[in-house]
């Protein structure tokens, strides 16, 4: 788009640019915008996506706030729990660290390795009692070990930020993520900063370089594993071979000799 050299007092494209690349009128996009203009159709709402230039999240984001909201019904939701075939998934998964996150972030579950990356100052069986449950976001942003555990802290926190705005845009009436975001924006600067930005960011598959106190540094590959609107299970793999792959069997070996074996099994179910 032709600018012809004028000055901007911010960047990015003005109002009628956008609607121009999108193919739509400036004033139906400014109602669009403003919220007077319910209804757009999935195929305004992607030629918006791509005069912005937005990825596939950010696109799947934008179909989500502009979806009608629905009444609230009154009912609380259900409690996420976590299905058997997913509790034979995590024992199945027995070298590969696995845990079970709810839509908004809490640790449903997770097998004996999953437990020892990720949480291990906490409780083996924290995840089956609500009120000591886990929840990623939270450490992440306020527990020392869990910042301590990313060499790249604030991407790993950019992420974490991104998805959560991800839910918040799909799950627009769920009162306890609200509260657990006034929560994190209470007690944490970055957070509150981070989700002040407004970014988006599905946490599908990232790599992070870790430095777990027990086994020293290594690279693992996190990803998420989704059927759905429920729980997910993350899993975190490392490259044959490698150093980081003979530190993960170390830390194994570790939890093998500290743990019984009969408490392997041992599988939150909410």
Request: proline share 7%; glycine share 8%; aromatic share 4%.
């Amino acid at each position: 788009m032709p600018t012809y050299g004028e000055r901007r007092r911010v960047p990015g494209l003005r109002r009628e640019e956008l609607a121009l690349l999108a193919g739509v009128s400036a004033s139906y996009y400014a109602r669009l915008e403003q919220g007077h203009s319910l209804g757009a159709s999935p195929e305004v709402l992607d030629a918006l996506a791509r005069a912005l230039r937005l990825d596939e999240s950010e696109c799947r984001h934008l179909h989500d706030l502009a979806r009608p909201v629905k009444p609230r019904s009154g009912r609380r939701p259900a409690p996420e729990r976590v299905t058997e075939a997913t509790v034979q998934l995590l024992g199945a998964l027995g070298d590969v660290p696995a845990i079970v996150i709810g839509r908004r972030s809490d640790v449903l579950a997770w097998n004996p390795l999953g437990h020892a990356l990720f949480a291990g100052h906490l409780g083996f069986d924290d995840p089956d009692v609500p009120a000591k449950r886990p929840n990623m976001a939270r450490l992440v942003f306020t527990d020392a070990h869990t910042r301590g555990l990313y060499a790249d802290w604030p991407g790993k926190a950019r992420a974490v930020v991104g998805n959560l705005r991800l839910v918040a845009g799909r799950y627009p009436h769920d009162s306890a993520l609200h509260t657990l975001l006034g929560e994190l924006s209470a007690k944490s600067e970055d957070f509150a900063s981070m989700w002040a930005d407004h970014r988006v960011k599905a946490c599908a598959v990232a790599e992070y370089e870790m430095r777990h106190p027990l086994v020293g540094s290594l690279t693992v590959m996190q990803q998420t594993l989704s059927q759905g609107p429920g729980p997910s299970v993350v899993v975190a793999t490392t490259a044959a071979g490698s150093p980081s792959r003979a530190a993960l069997e170390l830390l194994a070996q570790a939890i093998t000799r500290a743990v019984p074996a009969s408490s392997g099994s041992r599988l939150s179910t909410g």
